[in-house]
């Protein structure tokens, strides 16, 4: 390319990963959301447990809270970011005769 046509076109740079789930800490997609809801609601258990019956029970809310969110995410990320229906059961596929 001559000097002049570099000086019209430009470069720019592209974002080549536009194709990519976001990630953060090991967690894909939606899980993400889906962390934050898990924190967010076991800081709330812990709150309110805290407020109306004492230390522990917050804390066993908190731990609970978290605990099934963490465990809810693990399985479904498990099963891949876009999880569906597997069903199960014994499946027989019947073809009819052609020759």
């Not at 789930?21 to 805290?50: D, H, N, Q, S, T």
């Not at 891949?80 to 052609?98: C, D, N």
Request: net charge positive; proline share 3%.
């Amino acid at each position: 390319m001559s000097n002049i046509d570099q000086e019209r076109f430009q470069d720019y740079p592209v974002f080549k990963g536009l194709q990519k789930p976001l990630e953060f800490m090991g967690l894909k997609g939606r899980y993400i959301y889906w962390a934050a809801c898990a924190v967010g609601g076991g800081l709330l258990g812990f709150l309110i447990g805290y407020i109306i019956f004492g230390f522990i029970v917050g804390l066993i809310l908190l731990t609970t809270f978290l605990c099934v969110g963490g465990g809810m995410i693990f399985i479904k990320q498990h099963k891949g970011l876009h999880s569906k229906k597997s069903p199960k059961g014994i499946f027989i596929y019947a073809r009819s005769k052609s020759y």
